[in-house]
């Protein structure tokens, strides 16, 4: 399904658009979270990591760059985390395996990882200087959780002027009914695409690509 606002209704352009991989890490998908968050973690394991896959192998094929950011503290004892973060008690030391991106989309040599301290990317690493560094004007917003760090993240990336995609089917909340909430409260801020519609439309020839 693509929710399609005419607004928003661009071609994908490889040399100004960057995928950005929100919190896809071991500290947020592993073991533990099966028995805890079942029908999250189900949810990953079979629809957000494959989509996230098949989109990433995609985006490197077409130019397009790939950017991550993972829950990773500057501190082993995360006194650099906002007060969010400290109450939640959310937060994974300095090269830590729960910082590491999760293999099956593990990040290809000179990949950009920013590690944050906050919800969003955009209030604790230096997303908005590279994306403007590298003429990014579109995000492509993919990753966990839908109703937490995609939906600040995405609002944060529409209110510094940058054209936000959501791929909502590489996304999961703690539950779908999460999920399908947080979509419909920041479908506003940005264009819905599924991944599917997202790999054709940057499969399509186009003069707009170079």
């Known amino acids: 399904m693509s929710l399609r606002d005419p607004g928003r209704d661009r071609p994908i352009v490889p040399a100004r658009s960057a995928l950005f991989i929100v919190d896809v ?4 998908f592993n073991d533990a979270e099966a028995e805890r ?4 973690h189900a949810a990953a394991r079979d629809i957000v990591l494959p989509n996230l896959v098949r989109v990433v192998a ?5 130019g397009v760059e790939v950017i991550y950011t993972v829950i990773e503290n500057l501190t082993r004892d995360g006194r650099d985390r ?13 090269g830590s395996w729960e910082a590491r991106v999760c293999d099956a989309v593990a990040p290809a040599a000179d990949e950009i990882i920013l590690p944050k301290s906050s919800s969003s990317a955009f ?5 908005d200087y590279v994306l403007r560094n590298l003429g990014v004007t579109d995000l ?3 990753g966990f959780l839908t109703d937490q760090c995609i939906d600040h993240n995405v609002k944060d990336a529409a209110d510094r002027g940058y054209y936000a995609h959501c791929l909502h089917d590489a996304c999961m909340a703690d539950t779908r009914a999460r999920h399908e909430a947080a979509l419909a ?3 506003g801020y940005c264009r819905m695409l599924d991944c599917a519609a997202f790999l054709g439309m940057l499969d399509r020839p186009s003069d707009a690509r170079s």
Do not use: I, M
């Not at 890490?25 to 947020?28: D, E, L, R």
């Not at 995609?58 to 077409?62: G, P």
């Not at 906002?82 to 300095?94: A, E, I, T």
């Open 25 to 28: 890490q071991n500290g947020t």
């Open 37 to 40: 968050h079942p029908e999250f």
């Open 58 to 62: 995609a985006c490197r094929h077409a």
């Open 82 to 94: 906002g007060l969010d973060y400290k109450l939640s008690n959310l937060g994974f030391p300095p």
């Open 123 to 127: 209030n604790s690493t230096v997303l």
């Open 140 to 142: 492509f917003v993919a």
């Open 185 to 187: 409260c920041f479908r």
